[in-house]
T-cell receptor
Framework: AQSVAQPEDQVNVAEGNPLTVKCTYS??????LFWYVQYPNRGLQFLLK??????LVKGSYGFEAEFNKSQTSFHLKKPSALVSDSALYFC??????????FGAGTTVTVRA | DADVTQTPRNRITKTGKRIMLECSQT?????MYWYRQDPGLGLRLIYY???????NKGEISDGYSVSRQAQAKFSLSLESAIPNQTALYFC???????????????????FGPGTRLTVL
């Protein structure tokens, strides 16, 4: 069975500093990986995905993620964080039957 | 997303009551899902449907049932609500398309705004 781990419950950074949200995965076969963001009182919004190809994936709002097969990781990154990036972030992996398995989520707080 | 709507947005009910949460989408997607979100647990899949005639249990289906009334509508029912069903519930949709290279799956799911359910 596939699974996702987000080892950090919370990440705190200062505005303007780099932001990294960690994700590791376990899946049989080729991994299909996703990042979603949830703002307060909102549903989840799709940020980016890795299906195949370049290991560095670019997504919405200046976010990118790096796929590392040897480390089974898919960390989300942003070079310069904004206060408006404060939200709950979820990593997910797609199973062979097209269902998504989500991590527990990481709360990001960007202080001004 | 405005393309995926959920009603009601908030609901408070009592133990033992039967309630229904509704989801509608205008994306034209054939696949629909129901999740619940609990703090520290992420999202867990309750039920999913790949088309109108296809309904499947997810990882936590006990105490829930669903109905796919049409391609655009997918309802979740709690037969007899209990306090540990207090959670945030999300509906999601996804698409499946064929391409020249064979079946091409649009993997990402699109979520509704959620329904906050409280069972007293």
């Amino acid at each position: 069975a596939q699974s996702v781990a987000q080892p950090e419950d919370q990440v705190n950074v200062a505005e303007g500093n780099p932001l990294t949200v960690k994700c590791t995965y376990s899946v049989s076969g080729n991994p299909y990986l996703f990042w979603y963001v949830q703002y307060p009182n909102r549903g989840l919004q799709f940020l980016l995905k890795y299906i195949t190809g370049d290991n560095l994936v670019k997504g919405s709002y200046g976010f990118e993620a790096e796929f590392n097969k040897s480390q089974t990781s898919f960390h989300l990154k942003k070079p310069s964080a904004l206060v408006s990036d404060s939200a709950l972030y979820f990593c997910a992996v797609r199973a062979y039957d097209y269902k998504l398995s989500f991590g527990a989520g990481t709360t990001v707080t960007v202080r001004a | 997303d405005a393309d995926v709507t959920q009603t009601p947005r908030n609901r408070i009910t009592k133990t033992g009551k039967r309630i229904m949460l509704e989801c509608s989408q205008t994306k034209g997607h054939d696949r629909m899902y129901w999740y619940r979100q609990d703090p520290g647990l992420g999202l867990r899949l309750i039920y999913y449907s790949f088309d109108v005639k296809d309904i499947n249990k997810g990882e936590i289906s006990d105490g829930y049932s669903v109905s796919r009334q049409a391609q655009a509508k997918f309802s979740l029912s709690l037969e007899s609500a209990i306090p540990n069903q207090t959670a945030l519930y999300f509906c999601a949709t996804s698409d499946w398309k064929s391409g020249l290279a064979g079946n091409v799956s649009h993997h990402e799911q699109f979520f509704g705004p959620g329904t906050r359910l409280t069972v007293l």
